[in-house]
Every structure is written in C-alpha cells, then in structure tokens.
C-alpha cells in the first residue's frame, strides 16, 4: 500500500515571500502520479498542480511549482509570492498508474498561514 | 461549466440513524469517488462508481453502501450510523475511461452524528 507522508503541519509565510511543504511518498511503483491540492476554510478541495512520474521536467502552475525527486520519492510544493488567498490546507496526494487502482491516497495534510 | 455539486451541505444525525449523500458529478465526466475526511486529517478512499457498479472499495465496513445512477450522479449510504462517522464526506467525479484522470472534489457534506 502507498503511504504519503507530510512532515509538517503547519507553516507561516509573509505575504509575497516563499514558503514551501514537503511531501515523501513510499511506493513499489515506477509509474503513477502525484497532486497537491488545497483546501481552504470554504472547503472545497481545489487540484493545485500535478505531476505525471514518468516525467522529468517539474510541473508549474503560475506561482505553484514542483520538486520532483523521483529516487528520494520527495515531491515538495513551493509557493511563490504568497498572497493572503493561499492561507489553506495543502495535502499532497498520490495515485497509482495500475488499471485496476484508481484511489488518491492523500497525506495528514499542512495548514499554511499567510501573514499580511 | 457546472463544477462538482453534494448535497445536503451538513447533516446531523443520532447514533443507529440511517444517512443518503447525494453527488452530480462535473459536467462531461461519468466516474463518481466518495472519500471520508475526518477533522484535521486527509481523505480516506471509500469506494468508486463508474458505469453503474462499484470498481474500487476502501478499507470501510458494509455500513457504506452506495449506487450511482444512469445521469452518472452518485449517493452514499451510510447505515447504523456511529459516533465515529462524523466527518466531511467528499465526492470526486472524474473521466473514467481515461487512465490518467484527474479527479475533481465537490464542496463537501458535513455528517455530525449524536
């Protein structure tokens, strides 16, 4: 079973600065792919950015980007600068490539503060 | 574009009651997941529903039953109901056909259980 793990509950960013969250993943597979997604106060889980495995070049989405480590199986979001409509919780979510699995198994999540 | 859509947005329920969730999928996609979010934690997968059958189910009791309907809208069932059910249930709807489909979240239901 893939496990994913968020090492950080919380983080704080001043408005416009950079903050980033990291995501570790445990898998026995060499295709799959991974999300983050936010969840603000309204919550509503919105997908942020997502990353195909097989692919080496890190995904980007406007001021959201990736670091995809694909040996250390570490995929960590950076945030760029921060507005105060980022303050959300962000949980990194992984998803098998197997026909027959198509679940998100997602991380305890991280809770970012944007301070003004 | 309609987006994900559930309803009730909350539900109070007591103990040994039974529940129905409701989800209409994003306009265009036929593959509906129900995943279970206990406060401060991530989502739990519950199961999935595309064509019409259960394709996938998590690690839940037989209590969680669901149906998915010809329009591809989908309902969660929930028996004898207990104490520890009481979470946001979420509902993802996605293209099923495809292997590499994003799944997209609806807004949540809000199940408190007395």
């Known amino acids: 079973a893939q496990t994913v793990t968020q090492s950080q509950p919380e983080m704080s960013v001043q408005e416009a600065e950079t903050v980033t969250l990291s995501c570790t993943y445990d898998?026995?597979?060499?295709?799959?792919?991974l999300f983050w997604y936010k969840q603000p106060p309204s919550r509503q889980m919105i997908l942020v950015i997502r990353?195909?495995?097989?692919?080496?070049q890190n995904a980007t989405e406007n001021r959201f980007s990736v670091n995809f480590q694909k040996a250390a199986k570490s995929f960590s979001l950076k945030i760029s600068d921060s507005q105060l409509g980022d303050a959300a919780m962000y949980f990194c979510?992984?998803?098998?490539?197997?026909?027959?699995?198509?679940?998100?198994?997602f991380g305890a999540g991280t809770t970012v503060t944007v301070r003004a | 574009d309609a987006g994900v859509t559930q309803s009730p947005t909350h539900l109070i329920k007591t103990r040994g009651q039974q529940v129905t969730l409701r989800c209409s999928p994003k306009?265009?996609?036929?593959?509906v997941s129900w995943y279970q979010q206990a406060l401060g934690q991530g989502p739990q997968f519950i199961f999935q529903?595309?064509?019409?059958?259960?394709?996938q189910r998590g690690n839940f009791p037989d209590r969680f039953s669901g149906h998915q309907f010809p329009n591809y809208s989908s309902e969660l069932n929930v028996n004898a109901l207990l104490l520890g059910d009481s979470a946001l249930y979420l509902c993802?709807?996605?293209?099923?056909?495809?292997?590499?489909?994003?799944?997209?979240f609806g807004p949540g239901t809000r199940l408190t259980v007395l």
């Open positions: 898998t026995s597979e060499s295709d799959y792919y």
């Open positions: 990353q195909e495995a097989y692919k080496q």
């Open positions: 529903y595309y064509e019409e059958e259960e394709r």
């Open positions: 306009s265009g996609h036929d593959t």
């Open positions: 993802a709807s996605s293209l099923g056909g495809l292997t590499r489909d994003t799944q997209y």
């Open positions: 979510a992984y998803r098998s490539s197997r026909s027959n699995d198509y679940k998100l198994s």
